[in-house]
């Protein structure tokens, strides 16, 4: 029996009798772990299922180690390899060191400082991880390539899409799946693929990160672990904080390897796309058909992060943009009724047409004056404008009245949609008045609502009143 294995192994190991022996949850995973504990030692033992898979990870785990990469130590291992004792690294893991930042939709620097540590080490376990690894042992294959690629689309296809009981024409979908795979496996590599680089598999050991789960590691190429984590679909990461963690990834990536941000930033997002339609994937068969709650509740953060990401088109996959498009707005994934997120309505107005009304019933919020800003209105070719237009733009910003406006406007508003999302309120309204709401007000209500969405994991309503102009973020 697999458990009385466990004993032996902890016993040979420590020379101490096996006193307890708990289970911990697995998650998705079909292997099992246990802590096993006896005269003040403690162990986690591991059965798995599948003999190349334990060896994947005792041969990648010793390497790691050997590079300075912090992992847990593996003990000792079954003669038949299917069971083994490793390192007990304790029960903090980053996913839950972070929760109150992903309940709260904002995160404290205290969780920043964590997240952006964690992403520092990726390059060195990408580039040493792979310094002198046999790729061969790698499990299930050795390198991320055109089959893996289309596993996952698949995965995507057969497990998500069509249990949606969306239409969709396959051949069409197919051309695009295929130029995207070609795009994906332009600059493949030979660095380390961690393959489930994400939250849930970061161990803290007094602070510092430990990875684990890294058994379906192969060689791939550097941006789909950093996708993979910035996109996780529950975690709820501002816009600012991905920026932030992708800064702190390239800044620990410049011993490894020279790179132009721009273009990083180009195929990073077609890994984004690739992740969350094979994460997709991965909820549908956990969660509709093995019926895991967890992975159905992870289905709609991930459709969210999914509209997020159209936002701009990928006019190189036009039939998947659509189909993505027509995905993400059926009925049992979108309902805005069951959003329970803080949604901040922006107004711009014109002061001689009165005050925007607040409906929500809330009353929480601000009405920002600015008539002491320089308005462009005043001058005859600008009247032509609005707030939008580059021309205004130019004016505000090159008169600088209005940025350091709106600086005090950014405290303010920060530190109150911070509390009310803490204090888990639903509504909250901002107002921006001029003399005729065309100019100022209208670049006042643009900013802060782009600041706001970059910062904050909430709804954004920007309704410029004088306009006629509405809009959701």
């Known amino acids: 029996m697999a458990q009385d294995t466990l004993q032996n192994l902890f016993e040979q190991f420590s020379g101490e009798k096996l006193e307890s022996r708990s289970e911990i949850s697995a998650s998705g995973s079909h292997r099992r772990y246990f802590r096993l504990q006896g005269g003040g030692i403690s162990v986690i033992g591991v059965i798995g299922t599948d003999l190349d898979e334990n060896r994947a990870f005792i041969t990648l785990d010793k390497l790691f180690r050997v590079r300075g990469i912090n992992v847990p130590e593996v003990y000792a291992v079954s003669e038949d390899g299917l069971c083994y004792i490793q390192e007990d690294l304790g029960d903090e893991i980053l996913f839950n060191a972070v929760a109150p930042g992903r309940e709260r939709g904002a995160y404290s620097e205290e969780e920043e400082a964590l997240l952006l540590k964690t992403v520092a080490c990726l390059p060195k376990i990408q580039f040493e991880g792979g310094r002198g690894l046999d790729w061969n042992i790698c499990y299930p294959q050795a390198a991320f390539d055109g089959r893996m690629v289309d596993f996952d689309l698949n995965y995507f296809k057969y497990c998500f899409l069509k249990a949606t009981g969306l239409e969709f024409n396959e051949v069409h979908l197919q051309d695009d799946f295929e130029r995207l795979r070609e795009d994906l496996l332009q600059d493949v590599g030979d660095t380390f693929l961690y393959r489930d680089f994400q939250a849930r598999n970061v161990m803290l050991k007094e602070g510092i990160p430990y990875f684990i789960d890294f058994q379906g590691g192969r060689r791939g190429p550097i941006y789909y672990d950093i996708a993979s984590f910035i996109s996780q679909a529950r975690s709820r990461y501002p816009e600012a904080l991905k920026e932030k963690m992708v800064a702190a990834y390239l800044e620990a990536l410049k011993p490894y390897r ?95 047409k009165g005050i925007p009304p607040d409906d929500s019933g809330n009353g929480g919020g601000y009405v920002f004056d600015c008539r002491s800003v320089n308005n462009p209105g005043k001058y005859e070719f600008y009247r032509q404008f609005n707030g939008t237009d580059p021309e205004v733009i130019k004016f505000l910003e090159d008169d600088g009245e209005i940025l350091r406006f709106l600086d005090s406007v950014y405290t303010l508003v920060d530190a109150h949609v911070q509390r009310f999302i803490e204090r888990k309120f639903t509504h909250m309204q901002v107002c921006f008045g001029c003399t005729g709401g065309q100019h100022r007000s209208v670049y006042s209500a643009e900013h802060l609502a782009a600041h706001l969405t970059s910062r904050f994991d909430l709804k954004v309503v920007l309704t410029h009143r004088e306009l006629g102009i509405e809009r959701r973020f």
């Not at 909820?283 to 990401?309: D, M």
């Open 258 to 352: 020279a790179i132009d941000p721009a273009e990083f930033s180009e195929k990073l997002r077609l890994f984004i796309l690739f992740r969350t339609l094979q994460v997709l994937g991965a909820y549908g068969f956990r969660g509709y058909f093995e019926k895991k709650p967890h992975f159905i509740a992870s289905v709609p953060p991930a459709l969210e992060n999914l509209r997020r990401l159209l936002r701009t088109p990928f006019a190189d996959y036009p039939y998947l943009d659509a189909l993505l498009r027509e995905l993400t707005e059926m009925p049992q994934f979108y309902s805005p009724a069951e959003d329970k997120r803080l949604e901040v309505h922006i107004y711009s107005f014109a002061y001689k």
